[in-house]
């Protein structure tokens, strides 16, 4: 009797141990946490099958322009990396020599020395220091530049034995004058690939304004569908950056849904904190900043590490860039913001945020990372059609910009709105548009004014798509 009481016994604690096993498996494959999701899904989650890019790759021109010194350029997106690269080249060689001078020279001297000569020009679409920028590719920087930001690199016959920075955004133009000369415009247009059309200075074309602005063009463009990071499984996605992030301390975060179903993680009393929307977006932020007194470059290398090791960076097809730069502070620790746009082919991609993706180191540390990456593959090859007249893009949206611009939509004078646009435009070139409301890449033009805002119409009709701030 007594041992059959016991063998009941014994069963029914296997039941019961049964029982809670199964439970807990099921907990562990069903909830959206990451230290409860299965295997496979983890690794389809965090893994990226990319390598992760060298600093060095990420800092690319928007176009390269070559003229002949008859008034014209013409623009190339299609092997700018290549004339990058031999512009650093260029670059080091200048700056191996014996001695060098910095001037400020005048916007009328600049475009002089570019267009009444033979010339090249390498426009970034932001600002970048030149101290760091030489240091990390040449070598060794100029005495003097420690201030000085580039959005334009340039090389002219007018003067062989100099090259030319300029700050268009800020209105600021510099020659630094080497001891020889050297054919630095040959060197640099022989690395171009397939141009796109010729183009003139905005003073030439729209009558006011230094962007270069092509007569027409032609593209073979086409809409492309595409998916945000994470395939449909936000939150899931969000869960196991937020694992990722807090490490070890995962326990000790407060997880906070909202009524959307949007979450956020806290952790102490809001030291760091990271959200996840339901629409793929996910921001996180940090009080703690380092005091390590780092370069440029490092502090790049760990904003690319972070967003790697933070949820990946397999963006299918596109390739990543550096689309913007900013730094504040002084002294030894810089605060420094990154910001990432993407890239199919040699065509720059960009949607109603200022960039995919924005990281900010502080002395060595991320502060703060916000990310939206999309995937996406090439559109089928499309047979090539006129695209809307470039100059004919600002004209009939003058109105759209200045009220955007102005934040006032009330109407303007048209000659008003006309000036302003012209004068405040940056760049324009062709792009894809990343549409929220269909999930598809749109051809567009995408007009950068000095500002930091980006306009996007469509490449063939010019119909306003829609616009980003930066800072918004």
């Not at 062709?430 to 000095?450: F, H, I, R, T």
């Amino acid at each position: 009797m007594g041992i059959n009481r016991k063998i009941e016994n014994l069963k029914n604690m296997v039941i019961v141990v049964l029982f809670l096993t199964a439970i807990l498996l099921l907990y562990l494959l069903w909830t959206p946490d990451l230290k409860n999701i299965g295997a496979d899904v983890l690794r389809d989650l965090t893994s990226s099958s990319k390598e992760l890019p060298q600093a060095q790759q990420l800092v690319q021109p928007l176009y390269g322009a070559v003229s002949a010194g008859d008034g014209s350029f013409v623009m190339y997106t299609d092997g700018a990396d290549a004339m990058m690269t031999a512009a650093q080249q260029e670059l080091g060689a200048f700056l191996a020599q014996d001695s060098y001078t910095v001037q400020a020279i005048s916007a009328s001297l600049y475009q002089q020395a570019m267009a009444g000569w033979e010339s090249v020009q390498l426009e970034m679409g932001y600002g970048f220091p030149l101290a760091d920028f030489c240091r990390y590719f040449c070598g060794r920087s100029p005495d003097g530049v420690e201030e000085i930001l580039f959005d334009t690199l340039a090389f002219s016959t007018a003067s062989a034995e100099s090259f030319f920075v300029v700050d268009r955004s800020a209105g600021k133009f510099y020659r630094i004058v080497c001891s020889e000369a050297r054919d630095a415009v040959a060197a640099v247009a022989a690395a171009a690939g397939t141009p796109l059309s010729p183009c003139y200075a905005g003073s030439d074309i729209l009558g006011g304004g230094d962007a270069l602005i092509c007569l027409s063009a032609e593209s073979s463009l086409a809409p492309a569908a595409y998916t945000a990071e994470g395939g449909g499984r936000y939150i899931q996605k969000g869960s196991t950056i937020a694992e990722r992030i807090f490490g070890d301390t995962f326990d000790f975060v407060r997880r906070i849904t909202d009524t959307y179903g949007n979450v956020t993680y806290m952790y102490g009393y809001g030291e760091k904190t990271f959200y996840a929307s339901i629409a793929g977006r996910y921001v996180y932020r940090t009080d703690s900043e380092g005091k390590d007194a780092t370069g440029l470059f490092d502090d790049l290398t760990s904003a690319l590490q972070s967003l790697s090791q933070w949820g990946g960076l397999d963006t299918g097809d596109l390739s990543i860039v550096l689309i913007d730069y900013d730094e504040t502070g002084a002294g030894r620790v810089r605060a420094r913001t990154f910001y990432f746009g993407l890239m199919s082919g040699n065509t720059r991609i960009f949607g109603d945020d200022i960039c995919f993706a924005q990281v900010t180191v502080v002395g060595g540390s991320v502060t703060e990372m916000l990310r939206r990456l999309i995937e996406a593959q090439p559109a089928a090859a499309a047979d090539q059609k006129e695209a809307a007249q470039p100059a004919n893009v600002i004209a009939n949206n003058s109105n759209h910009i200045y009220n955007i611009l102005s934040n006032n939509t009330l109407a303007v004078a048209s000659d008003e709105a006309f000036e302003t646009a012209s004068q405040q435009a940056l760049t324009l070139v062709p792009g894809y548009y990343a549409s929220d409301k269909n999930g598809e890449l749109l051809p567009c033009w995408v007009l950068q004014m000095k500002n930091g805002t980006r306009f996007y119409f469509d490449l063939y009709t010019a119909t306003p798509l829609g616009f980003a701030r930066k800072g918004a």
